[in-house]
């Protein structure tokens, strides 16, 4: 939906601008998702762990979105080459990134694309949470979506089969990138849609973290399942909770 450059500000400082395709300039749809990912994202700042805003507006009649720039990669980035930073910092990038997911909680919004495209990782390990396009405020009680964007391989159960959905989903998503941040394998692999629900429903071929990957601690394994659950109810109520757990069992 758009391109991102690097750029310098008055005071020669690199800053990240997200900008809308110049395609995209009439598409009410695209325009409006973008404003309103960059109205969220201003409205979740003052944290650590979420990427910093600088401003938003028009070029042109075109949008884009100032940021602070991080240099360093995506999560998906950096265990696909597994780089070193990822190696070295893999307990603190899983608790950092549930602290991210709590603090966007507290302010009273669910992401709801929570994935390792969407994880920034600084060169010394740091963590910066991107892209609150698609993030909506967290409903009183589950509610339907009237359309379904997101990214397939991330989305609960609930949300795939067009059930109503709360804050959950985003745990689910983070159960998801954990499993895979830990095994190089995503849980639920497919092509479409209808093939990641049927393999959420039906676990026979489900592998657990630990069968893929020894060295992960029984009590982190246990964290990832529990995020996992396909029943919502059964999962981590707050990212509070789980960021607390994660804790304890990585020694953090």
Known sequence: MAELWLATDERNRAVAVRKLHQHLKFDFTAKRRFVRGCEVLQKVQDDRLIIGYIEHDKVDGVWYLAMDYVEGANLKELYARQDPVLMDNVAQILIDMAEALEHVHESGFIHLDFKPENVMVSRNGSVRLVDFD????????????KKNPGT???????????????QRVDVFAYGVAAYELLTYQKPFPGETSGEILARQTNRSEFALPRQLNPDIPVTLEKIVLKCIENDPNRRYPFLSVLARELKAALYV
């Open 134 to 145: 698609l993030a909506m405020e967290i409903p009183p009680e589950p509610v339907k979506l």
């Open 152 to 166: 397939p391989a991330y989305m609960s159960p609930e949300q795939l089969s067009g059930q109503p959905i709360d």
